[in-house]
Nanobody, 117 residues
Framework: QVQLVESGGGLVQPGGSLRLSCAAS????????MGWYRQAPGKLRELVAS???????NYADSVKGRFTISRDNAKKMVYLQMNSLKPEDTAVYYC???????????WGQGTQVTVSS
């Protein structure tokens, strides 16, 4: 069982930055691929970025070069550094954990990110 709690969302102007954090509880954190997803109003939830234990990352084309995912396995934390934010980045951002073997998936409650002037 894994519980995920996100923090760090808020209102930011276009071009600004935010850093999202996700605290995970439970054992065997290293067995999980960690990711960030987002869902804008009226749209499907989409993958933003993911990282497996050994540091291999995957990013959506729309955020490459602007967002950076990182994880601290000792602290069971995952981060999403978001730079050069655009209004189209506005969404609820969810932390995700997916077990590498079983595929069992857990979600956080989400944190709102609003990019607006």
């Amino acid at each position: 069982q894994v519980q995920l709690v996100e923090s760090g969302g808020g209102l930011v102007q276009p071009g600004g930055s935010l850093r999202l954090s996700c605290a995970a509880s439970g054992s065997l954190f290293s067995m999980y691929t960690m990711g960030w997803y987002r869902q804008a109003p009226g749209k499907l939830r989409e993958l933003v970025a993911s990282m497996i234990y050994d540091g291999i990352t995957n990013y959506a084309d729309s955020v490459k070069g602007r967002f950076t995912i990182s994880r601290d396995n000792a602290k069971k934390m995952v981060y999403l550094q978001m730079n050069s934010l655009k209004p189209e980045d506005t969404a609820v951002y969810y932390c995700n954990a997916r077990h590498r073997s079983s595929g069992l998936t857990y979600w956080g409650q989400g944190t709102q990110v609003t990019v607006s002037s």
